[in-house]
């Protein structure tokens, strides 16, 4: 007589408790040492299950098949030079800051999975954070393999790992993730699983990844829709786990309350980035950074999300009205200050075209004209003799001691001038951008006094490839040390462009 087969949820009842058991020569706590040290007090981890209840085999055939699809889109898109039918080569500089700054996040956060697998004491999480952590190497794999067709035609793909280590504002995603894997497993899986990825994931992926469609860019497109497959799977694992921690004892609704207070505000100053991407570096945008904003946080986050978890005493997180009050401010803000420094990055800006100015004065009718548009307007007056003949700041700019991002954030309350603050520590005055940053310092000092400030280091002379040999070897210097070669200033003096407008000579679509 044949065997019954076993139902899906059967095999996932013997994957994860079949496959558990009760320790009998060492204590549960040598085996889990980081179960107890963050307050966090559960009764029962058998309450915890998968919504998805995934087995090894159910994860191989779904990713195999996703596998499958993403590599065949990317052959035919290299057969058939792809590349070359982008809306526009200026394109690319959004997915230079992608592939620099989310792709070594994504080998972060399998590490960072992978601890947790280990050292969770229940079964079934433990399983889902085992499956997160493959999901994360993956994501890595196939974001280099669509990134690294365009390596071959143009500049600022290389090196992602080295320049993720060392260049000034790739350290705001990796501030992030340092934060977050030297965290106990219970405040990384709430800063990544719940905060970044339920509330702030679609603010990424979703209308970057149309965004990509959008300019030509399949392979793109096809990996961000394939990782958000996973995601949707992450999100829940998210929220489930918060929503188990906070049934399982009273004593964890605090912790977890100022857990979401600093990890919304960490993750959201992390897609100001985004929204600059959004507004100013996609040749053909779908929407601007102000209506994802509404749409994704203020509508399912803040009126979803938080409205589910009135019911355990959360609140939405503490910084969450200044916010909504910098989303007319907060793209432009951050695109004028890497338009200001592009010479020390590794991919190229430009002033909007008029067409692209309207747009923007469309979207943000309260402040684009009035607060934005004369700096690009003085920018192109502006004579210098550096690549594009247009306005850099040359100089170093002070950084946020938290969120790393220089200090160039408009005041909403008072849009004529920047966010100051800053705080004592132990005799040293300590600056930030924003109340939600000098919060988060303040609540753990002795952390963020340790932070890698890459200006610092500059000026520490520890970001030189050799010692410079005067004044003017400085920048020249720490940019060797970046390995930027032509990577850097304005689009319009680049080989990128050069290249674009000789492989496009005949014909009239190539912006001039």
């Not at 601890?115 to 079964?123: D, K, Q, T």
């Not at 497993?185 to 965004?211: K, Q, R």
């Not at 520490?460 to 060797?480: S, T």
Request: one cysteine or more; aromatic letters at 18%.
């Amino acid at each position: 007589m044949a065997k019954k087969k076993l139902t899906l949820a059967q095999k996932y009842h013997i994957y994860t408790r079949g496959l558990d058991w009760e320790p009998t020569y060492v204590s549960k706590k040598d085996i889990y040492p980081y179960a107890e040290y963050e307050g966090i007090k559960i009764k029962d981890w058998n309450k915890w299950e998968d919504p998805f209840r995934m087995t090894i085999e159910a994860y191989w055939k779904y990713q195999a098949e996703k596998d499958r699809r993403f590599y065949a889109i990317l052959d035919g898109f290299i057969q058939n030079q792809g590349h070359l039918t982008l809306s526009d080569a200026r394109y690319l500089n959004s997915i230079k800051l992608f592939i620099q700054g989310v792709t070594p996040l994504e080998y972060m956060a399998h590490r960072g999975f992978a601890f947790v697998a280990r050292h969770l004491p229940g079964a079934g999480p433990r399983t889902a954070a085992f499956f997160q952590s493959m999901d994360e190497l993956r994501h890595t794999q196939i974001e280099v393999h669509a990134g690294s067709n365009f390596n071959k035609y143009y500049d600022g793909f290389h090196s992602m790992t080295h320049m993720h280590d060392r260049v000034w504002y790739l350290s705001v995603p990796k501030s992030y993730f340092d934060d977050a894997v030297t965290a106990g497993p219970f405040e990384f899986v709430t800063a990544i699983s719940f905060s970044f990825e339920y509330a702030l994931t679609n603010l990424l992926f979703v209308p970057f990844m149309s965004g990509a469609a959008y300019n030509g860019d399949t392979p793109t497109m096809t990996f961000g829709f394939s990782a958000q497959s996973d995601e949707s799977r992450h999100m829940t694992l998210g929220l489930q786990v918060v929503k188990f921690l906070l049934e399982q004892h009273e004593d964890n609704v605090p912790i977890i309350q100022q857990w979401i207070d600093k990890w919304w505000w960490r993750g959201y100053r992390l897609t100001s980035l985004v929204g600059a991407m959004m507004d100013y570096m996609l040749p053909k945008r779908v929407m601007s950074w102000k209506e994802s904003f509404e749409l994704y946080v203020e509508d399912q986050i803040i009126e979803g999300l938080f409205r589910d978890l009135e019911r355990y005493g959360i609140r939405p997180p503490l910084h969450m009205e200044q916010s909504i009050k910098e989303k007319e401010f907060l793209s432009h803000d951050v695109y004028w200050i890497l338009f200001s420094f592009t010479f020390a990055a590794a991919f190229h800006s430009w002033i909007p075209t008029e067409a692209e100015m309207e747009w923007l004065a469309e979207k943000y009718p309260r402040t684009f004209n009035q607060y934005y548009r004369w700096r690009y307007e003085k920018a192109k007056e502006a004579k210098t003799p550096l690549p594009g003949d247009r306005f850099y700041y040359i100089g170093l700019p002070q950084l946020c001691q938290v969120c790393q991002i220089p200090m160039g954030f408009t005041d909403p309350d008072d849009p004529n001038n920047f966010v100051q603050r800053y705080t004592e520590y132990e005799g040293e005055i300590y600056h930030f951008c924003s109340d939600g940053c000098k919060w988060i310092f303040e609540r753990e000092p002795e952390k963020f006094v340790q932070a890698w400030l890459p200006v610092h280091e500059i000026y520490k002379g520890n970001c030189f490839a050799e010692p410079p040999k005067g004044p003017d070897d400085v920048v020249p210097q720490v940019l060797r040390w970046y390995n930027i070669q032509t990577d850097n200033f304005d689009y319009f003096v680049s080989e990128d462009y050069k290249n674009w407008k000789e492989w496009h000579k005949d014909m009239a679509t190539v912006l001039i």
